[in-house]
């Protein structure tokens, strides 16, 4: 089964130096999942600073920078990944460094038979 594990942390929790050791860490965990068949993908993201949200009411187009909501965790990036069950996504989760500083969200993927296939 594919999941999406969502990483949540505040950007400011980091320093440098523990913002490098975590990308280092988290590249050592992909290159585990892919060895074991289980990477899908995965990518910190850029900062909230650089979100732009795109609502669409009555037929208007609204775009806002930053992100939709106010909140003291920010959406910093995510793994794809496939296990078997919800238990193995959370091992897996519990060894994304962010966990001791933020959250993972899992949420399962729900597979539509008629998106294109990855190439």
């Known amino acids: 089964m594919k999941y999406i594990l969502l990483v949540y942390i505040d950007e400011t929790a980091w320093t440098e130096n523990e913002r490098e050791q975590c990308f280092k860490e ?30 669409m009411r009555d037929g208007k187009r609204m775009v806002t920078d930053g992100p939709f909501a106010e909140t003291r965790e920010q959406l910093g990036g995510y793994f794809l990944i496939d296990a078997t069950n919800l238990e193995e996504a959370i091992a897996i989760a519990e060894r994304i460094p962010s966990v001791h500083k933020g959250t993972v969200e899992i949420r399962p993927i729900l597979e539509l038979s008629d998106l294109p296939s990855d190439k």
């Open 26 to 55: 988290s590249v050592h965990l992909t290159q585990e999942l892919n060895a074991n068949g289980q990477y899908l993908g995965a990518s910190p993201l850029q900062s909230v600073a650089k979100a732009t949200s795109v609502r």
